[in-house]
Structure formats: C-alpha cells, structure tokens
C-alpha cells in the first residue's frame, strides 16, 4: 500500500521574510558599517550611526568597505549659518572668477594688439579734446567782446553809474560766460584724467593677456 503523498510546502509567512530581512539573511539587504573619527582621534566604527560623531562627518561602508554614502554633521543654527555664508562666499567667488573671464574675452577681442589699443584711447580723448577746443574758442571770442566793451566803459570810468545799462549788462554776461566755458574746460580735464586712468588699467591687463597669448600661440607651434 503506497503512503499518501507529502502535503504541499507552503511559502514563508510575511514574519518570517521580516525576520530574514532584519537579520541580514540571503533575502535581506546587507547592513552598512558607520565609521569615523572622534574628537580624540580614534576612529569608531558601529552599525548604525555614531552618537559621538554627529558634530562631524561619518561614512557609511559597504560590506566590501567602500563608500555607500557620507553623513554629513549636526550642525547647531550658527554652525548652519556660518556654512550656508561660506558657500555663498564660495559661489560669489566663482562668479566673480567667470565674470573676470568673460571681460578678458571681450577684452582681447576688442584690442587684438597694442596698436587698437593705443587709437581707441586717442579717440576717446579726441572727444574730450573736441569740447576743450571749442570753448577755447569761445574764451577768445569772450576776450574780444570784453575788451570792446571795456573800451566802452572807457568814457564813464569817473562815473560807472552813468554807463548804459546794456554795457554793464554785457559786462557782467560776460563774465559769466567765461566762467562756464572755464568750467567746462576744467570738466573735461577731470574726464580725460578718468579715461587715461581707464585706459591706463585696461592696458596693464592687456599687457598680460598678450603675453598669455603669445606664449600659448608658441606653443601650438612646437
């Protein structure tokens, strides 16, 4: 007489997956190893994160002992705000260095050599100078008028009161227009100053930037 067949083997219940699960078991995945160094020295190691290590960073390793992932520290509110001030000090930085390297592009674009340098400082000045020139002009032009109207005067140098009105109206026009031609004179000075200065600037950088670009072009020759 034949026995009656096994019964059928039933699947693991859903406990029994947990358990293997928690412990690391084939079907579970492998736990990870914390590591670090404390504030003595001493490197720690556990397996779950290291209460003595949450004011700096720790590792997270693999079974294999490679990096799975880094834990940053627990930082106190002005711990935090002085990291998120450097990072933005950080990123100021870079896009101050991008910046610097985009106005020396453009730099070198618009002045290839010295020589473009040199006419765009002359043309800058010529404008300047234009202004200069023409009240100048104009100062001598005042000279004249004032000297006939001092001649004018000539007759009630006695008695200046007796003068006519429009003498000394054009006397005192004319004083004020000779100072506002001294001041635009004076103005564009200042101006041509800033513009040697910038120029002045930009060719130092300039100088460089040539340099720069005649060592690379030599060395694209060997």
Known sequence: MKSPPPPPRRPPSLAVLAGLLLAGGPAGAQQGIYTCVDAQGRRLSADRPILACLDREQRELNRSGTTRRVIEPTLSTAEREAQEA??????????????????????????????????????????TQAVVDAATARIAELAGERKALDDEMEFYRRDPSRAPGRVRRGIEDNAEALQAQRRAIAGQQ???????????????RLRQLWQAKAASATGDKR
């Open 86 to 127: 450097r990072k933005r000090e950080a990123a100021l930085s870079r896009q101050r260095a991008r910046d610097m390297i985009r106005r020396d592009q453009a730099l070198i674009t618009r002045y290839p050599d010295a020589a473009a340098h040199d006419a765009a400082r002359r043309a800058a000045l010529a404008q």
């Open 190 to 204: 200042v101006e041509q100053g800033r513009i040697n200065a910038a120029f002045d600037e930009e060719a130092a």
